[in-house]
């Protein structure tokens, strides 16, 4: 009973008469028409969706480039970390031995030192190799070859500036020899 009281039966929509018409210009009318036939953005429009898509797909770029090298890092570290667990159990394997090969594992500064070493050693004979202690040994070296241009077609020509060259290698040979007893 008083429940239908309280509830207004009202309508949703509300209706306005005007006491004085309103008209539009075919133009008008004709442009609103022509909108809902092709629902076609304006340049402008478009620009302003262009700009903030490009905005939007940066952002996501710049995250995701943020993301692989947050990713990056932690590999590097989780990498850094087990290696330096296995130097550790690697060395303390090598302890728990028979005492005396615990030089057998060394770790990355002592073999970074050890390939400077190795590396000088290496440029000290480069070094010797080139500025030879006989000076004879290179310049029969050279008179062969220029013999060998000068008589393309008649290389035994050639015969005395070979065993020039020949004597002198003998030479430095005993030399080396004599040098390592």
């Known amino acids: 009973m008083g429940a239908n009281q309280s509830t207004s039966e009202l309508p949703d929509e509300k209706t306005f008469q005007s006491e004085i018409p309103i008209s539009f210009s075919p133009d008008v009318v004709n442009q609103l028409s022509d909108r809902l036939e092709a629902p076609e953005t304006t340049s402008e429009r478009q620009s302003i969706l262009d700009s903030h898509i490009r905005a ?34 690697m060395a303390g394997d090598a302890s728990d031995g028979d005492g005396g090969s615990s030089g057998d ?30 000076p ?30 020949k004597k002198s290698v003998d030479r430095l040979e005993q030399h080396h020899v004599k040098s390592l007893q």
Request: hydrophobic share 30%.
């Open 56 to 89: 939007r797909i940066k952002d996501e770029l710049e995250h995701l480039k943020k993301d692989a090298e947050d990713v990056r890092q932690e590999i590097e570290h989780a990498l850094e970390k087990e290696n330096l667990e296995r130097e550790k159990t």
């Open 136 to 165: 004879e040994v290179e310049a029969g070296g050279e008179a062969v070859l220029e013999c060998y241009k000068r008589n393309k077609s008649t290389p035994l020509d050639c015969w005395s500036a070979v065993r020039n060259f």
């Open 105 to 134: 594992v060394r770790s990355s500064p002592v073999l970074l030192g050890d390939l400077e070493e190795i590396r000088t050693k290496i440029e000290k004979y480069q070094s010797r190799r080139k500025s030879s202690e006989f």
